[in-house]
């Protein structure tokens, strides 16, 4: 594992120096600096995995350091150091996105205890989401951003992007990491008992309340309540929930008295509320509420480049499970299932590796083992028809020309330059919007009309 780097910034040498001293001892990379103005120049110059500052400095404190230094790159851990006289400075520290404080004077077993659970919890991050792709690297960042602050956080992604992946790894990052985290589909829950559910319920509220009973609100106090297709909640519930936010206190059914809560709520949808709130069907005032933290999850076709690691890491997950020996994909079932679009994300592609290993009978997984639905956008493999030239090629360029002429050869029709080049209808698709080539009319008729076209293409295939 690489060794982290840290930045150690106080005013007084000596402090300095024993800091260095006993965290380089313990294999840690240490820069330190006089000043939060010369912490913030060393920023520019090289990256720091943490900041561990001192709160009361000459010129600018450590408080100010701290919102320089997560404007600048948000993913930074800063822990700062404090006199017992500065405890209610810290604890502000910590409510603008500090990691943790440490009272002067300090232990070494304290330091490095706070240090090493720090670093874990970046470690655990990468753990759970498991990514090589520049945009899940951005959603990582953004975690550790929203994960901060107790605000309201939506996320926003289709079916099988990890929604609630991404809503735990939030909570794992929070100052509430230690307490509950609570998930509820409000899709998949009845409306009157969705009600009970987040919100609890007295004994004799109604029908077959025997007992009191606790809702998700109580349950989750201090933690985070996830909840997942939040556009499908009724417009009553949605009164009810934008009061529990806004007053941070719920009634439970059948009860009068107010219950305060402490509550991080997280919510997600596939949906679009913005259109929603414009078709009065969610209330715009709900809306602002939850969206004041928002977090996009790219689909799979947007970040390609995950997919070889997704299928190795789920390879390795599914076949823990069995006592079989299966050491990988072929290379046409691999290259099938880097080509296909996966319209249900990363779900449909844990999906078909574990049906994969269960229906592989060798130690190598085939085409044949994969999804019927997968299978049928493949192609046989061919030999190439092209002469490398010696001094190699552009292979980007070489496949932007190819797709040109195809579409110029077939007038536009994606259908058409998709068989002449072998590909499928989305695997093309796909292509046409990594290069940024239109659909340029060449046919004298709209977009809407040549897309028509295409879809009756398509049609004499089926």
């Given at each position: 594992?690489?060794?982290?780097?840290?930045?150690?910034?106080?005013?007084?040498?000596?402090?300095?120096?024993?800091?260095?001293?006993?965290?380089?001892?313990?294999?840690?990379?240490?820069?330190?600096?006089?000043?939060?103005?010369?912490?913030?120049?060393?920023?520019?110059?090289?990256?720091?995995?943490?900041?561990?500052?001192?709160?009361?400095?000459?010129?600018?404190?450590?408080?100010?350091?701290?919102?320089?230094?997560?404007?600048?790159?948000?993913?930074?851990?800063?822990?700062?150091?404090?006199?017992?006289?500065?405890?209610?400075?810290?604890?502000?520290?910590?409510?603008?996105?500090?990691?943790?404080?440490?009272?002067?004077?300090?232990?070494?077993?304290?330091?490095?205890?706070?240090?090493?659970?720090?670093?874990?919890?970046?470690?655990?991050?990468?753990?759970?989401?498991?990514?090589?792709?520049?945009?899940?690297?951005?959603?990582?960042?953004?975690?550790?951003?929203?994960?901060?602050?107790?605000?309201?956080?939506?996320?926003?992604?289709?079916?099988?992007?990890?929604?609630?992946?991404i809503a735990r790894a939030i909570h794992n990052q929070s100052p509430r990491v230690t307490e509950m985290?609570?998930?509820?589909?409000?899709?998949?829950?009845?409306?009157?008992?969705?009600?009970?559910?987040?919100?609890?319920?007295?004994?004799?509220?109604?029908?077959?309340?025997?007992?009191?009973?606790?809702?998700?609100?109580?349950?989750?106090?201090?933690?985070?309540?996830?909840?997942?297709?939040?556009?499908?909640?009724?417009?009553?519930?949605?009164?009810?929930?934008?009061?529990?936010?806004?007053?941070?206190?719920?009634?439970?059914?059948?009860?009068?008295?107010?219950?305060?809560?402490?509550?991080?709520?997280?919510?997600?949808?596939?949906?679009?509320?913005?259109?929603?709130?414009?078709?009065?069907?969610?209330?715009?005032?709900?809306?602002?509420?939850?969206?004041?933290?928002?977090?996009?999850?790219?689909?799979?076709?947007?970040?390609?480049?995950?997919?070889?690691?997704?299928?190795?890491?789920?390879?390795?997950?599914?076949?823990?499970?069995?006592?079989?020996?299966?050491?990988?994909?072929?290379?046409?079932?691999r290259r099938v299932m880097e080509d296909y679009a996966w319209p249900g994300n990363v779900r449909q592609?844990?999906?078909?590796?574990?049906?994969?290993?269960?229906?592989?009978?060798?130690?190598?997984?085939?085409?044949?083992?994969?999804?019927?639905?997968?299978?049928?956008?493949?192609?046989?493999?061919?030999?190439?028809?092209?002469?490398?030239?010696?001094?190699?090629?552009?292979?980007?360029?070489?496949?932007?020309?190819?797709?040109?002429?195809?579409?110029?050869?077939?007038?536009?029709?994606?259908?058409?330059?998709?068989?002449?080049?072998?590909?499928?209808?989305?695997?093309?698709?796909?292509?046409?919007?990594?290069?940024?080539?239109?659909?340029?009319?060449?046919?004298?008729?709209?977009?809407?009309?040549?897309?028509?076209?295409?879809?009756?293409?398509?049609?004499?295939?089926?």
């Amino acid at each position: 594992m690489a060794r982290k780097n840290i930045l150690v910034v106080d005013d007084e040498k000596s402090q300095r120096e024993i800091l260095e001293m006993i965290l380089a001892s313990e294999g840690y990379n240490i820069t330190t600096a006089s000043s939060g103005e010369a912490a913030l120049k060393m920023l520019k110059e090289r990256r720091f995995d943490l900041v561990l500052t001192d709160l009361k400095m000459t010129g600018m404190d450590g408080i100010e350091l701290l919102g320089r230094l997560l404007a600048y790159d948000s993913s930074i851990i800063v822990i700062l150091l404090t006199a017992h006289g500065s405890i209610d400075s810290a604890k502000e520290a910590l409510r603008r996105g500090a990691f943790d404080y440490l009272e002067k004077p300090y232990d070494r077993e304290a330091l490095l205890t706070t240090l090493a659970r720090a670093f874990s919890r970046l470690e655990a991050l990468d753990t759970e989401i498991i990514s090589a792709s520049p945009k899940m690297e951005n959603v990582k960042k953004m975690i550790l951003k929203v994960a901060r602050s107790s605000s309201t956080v939506l996320i926003r992604g289709e079916s099988g992007t990890g929604k609630e992946l991404i809503a735990r790894a939030i909570h794992n990052q929070s100052p509430r990491v230690t307490e509950m985290f609570q998930a509820v589909n409000c899709a998949a829950i009845n409306e009157n008992l969705l009600e009970s559910e987040l919100f609890g319920h007295e004994k004799g509220s109604f029908t077959g309340a025997h007992a009191e009973k606790k809702g998700l609100f109580e349950v989750a106090d201090r933690g985070t309540l996830f909840l997942d297709e939040i556009a499908e909640l009724d417009v009553s519930l949605q009164a009810k929930l934008l009061r529990a936010l806004q007053e941070r206190e719920i009634r439970r059914v059948g009860g009068v008295r107010p219950i305060k809560i402490d509550v991080r709520v997280v919510a997600a949808t596939n949906r679009d509320l913005r259109g929603m709130v414009a078709d009065g069907r969610f209330r715009d005032d709900l809306y602002y509420r939850l969206n004041v933290l928002s977090v996009d999850v790219p689909t799979l076709r947007e970040r390609r480049e995950d997919i070889p690691v997704l299928l190795d890491y789920f390879l390795k997950k599914h076949t823990r499970n069995t006592s079989r020996l299966i050491r990988g994909l072929d290379t046409d079932a691999r290259r099938v299932m880097e080509d296909y679009a996966w319209p249900g994300n990363v779900r449909q592609l844990e999906s078909a590796i574990e049906r994969a290993i269960l229906l592989c009978e060798g130690d190598l997984i085939t085409v044949d083992d994969l999804p019927l639905e997968v299978r049928a956008e493949s192609r046989p493999a061919a030999e190439s028809q092209f002469k490398l030239p010696t001094e190699g090629i552009d292979f980007e360029d070489v496949e932007r020309h190819l797709i040109m002429q195809a579409m110029e050869r077939t007038d536009y029709n994606i259908t058409k330059a998709a068989k002449l080049l072998g590909l499928t209808f989305r695997t093309l698709q796909y292509r046409l919007d990594k290069f940024g080539i239109k659909r340029t009319d060449k046919r004298g008729g709209t977009n809407e009309e040549n897309g028509a076209d295409d879809d009756a293409e398509r049609g004499k295939e089926v």
